[in-house]
């Protein structure tokens, strides 16, 4: 239900600012492919953090613990607005 008001809602805003569908979908491929290379990037980082805390008490290393743990925040935002984008494509 979420995605179909959020579909109409880009539909909406595509006849106000007189774009075709062809140039929504256009732009939401761009915004898909952007979303992919930060999930990678956020993938990446994440990681290497892990990597970084592993064998690693928690009172040694809180500031490692808190970035991986943010980066993981992210990464779930991320990969929502992949499969989003993908469903409304």
């Not at 075709?20 to 990681?47: F, M, P, W, Y």
């Not at 928690?58 to 992210?74: G, H, S, Y």
């Amino acid at each position: 239900m979420f995605l179909v008001k959020q579909w109409r809602k880009i539909e909406s805003l595509a006849r106000m600012s007189n774009m075709s569908q062809e140039d929504v979908a256009t732009g939401l491929r761009t915004v898909q492919q952007g979303l992919e290379a930060l999930k990678e990037e956020h993938q990446t980082i994440s990681n290497t953090l892990e990597t970084s805390i592993k064998g690693v008490r928690p009172d040694e290393a809180p500031l490692p613990r808190e970035k991986f743990n943010q980066i993981n925040e992210n990464l779930s935002s991320i990969i929502a607005g992949c499969e989003e984008t993908t469903v409304i494509i």
